[in-house]
């Protein structure tokens, strides 16, 4: 078993949502989170084929095609419930983030940012990801010591999508809705025209989809 590198966030409260964006990131609100610890990258192929070897699992539809199929790239193509397996596998305790969790994630211990480095853009993404993702844990990593937020490929996060719940939210560890039709997920994707999304932007499809822009990281309570 390949066990994924984490890093620990300390429990903190951070401003969630951005007053600039869609309505579903209004409004701005303070949420207090528990000590958890969450993937330093993005879970990828290398890792992905050690879990479908252990389980005899069918492997993702995009595994033969050379466009992602590097074990150095982010698995993609992977569905909620795969994730979800794969989190399970690797033992007790292991998942995928709270959608709070990852946006503190990716803001690296700063409020007020657009995205993990700033509010700026940068012009070099233009040429990256012609056709497909990069290899995991290429670029820099932002202030918690994590690849990939914010880009590279959507990440699939535990909760349950709503566009209103941030006026609805608890302040402590919210976990989103309780049941819902879509699930939450996170980050950019090379797939679009602007592949970099900012810190809170939100992303939602069902579940079972697999889409080749679509991986994962891990995440695990820290107490």
Excluded: K
Aim: neutral net charge.
């Amino acid at each position: 078993m390949m066990m994924p590198e984490m890093v620990r966030i300390e429990g903190r409260s951070f401003l969630m949502g951005s007053d600039d964006g869609r309505d579903d990131e209004r409004p701005v609100h303070r949420v207090r989170l528990d000590a958890f610890l969450i993937g330093v990258r993005q879970v990828t192929n290398a890792e992905y084929a050690v879990f479908l070897a252990a389980t005899g699992g069918a492997p993702p539809p995009c595994r033969d095609d050379p466009r992602f199929n590097d074990p150095a790239q982010p698995v993609v193509a992977v569905s909620w419930f795969d994730a979800v397996r794969y989190c399970r596998w690797l033992g007790p305790g292991f998942r995928l983030p709270a959608e709070a969790e990852w946006e503190c994630a990716a803001r690296g211990g700063v409020e007020g940012r657009l995205y993990p480095w700033g509010n700026e853009r940068r012009g070099e993404d233009a040429l990256r990801w012609q056709h497909g993702p990069e290899p995991a844990g290429r670029g820099e990593p932002n202030a918690f010591g994590l690849y990939d937020m914010c880009e590279n490929v959507h990440e699939w996060c535990s909760d349950w999508y709503s566009n209103d719940y941030y006026s609805r939210s608890p302040v402590e560890n919210p976990r989103g809705p309780r049941d819902g039709l879509r699930r939450v997920s996170r980050g950019g994707s090379w797939r679009h025209q602007i592949r970099i999304s900012r810190c809170a932007a939100r992303s939602s499809i069902p579940p079972a989809f697999r889409y080749s822009d679509y991986g994962f990281r891990v995440a695990r309570d820290g107490n």
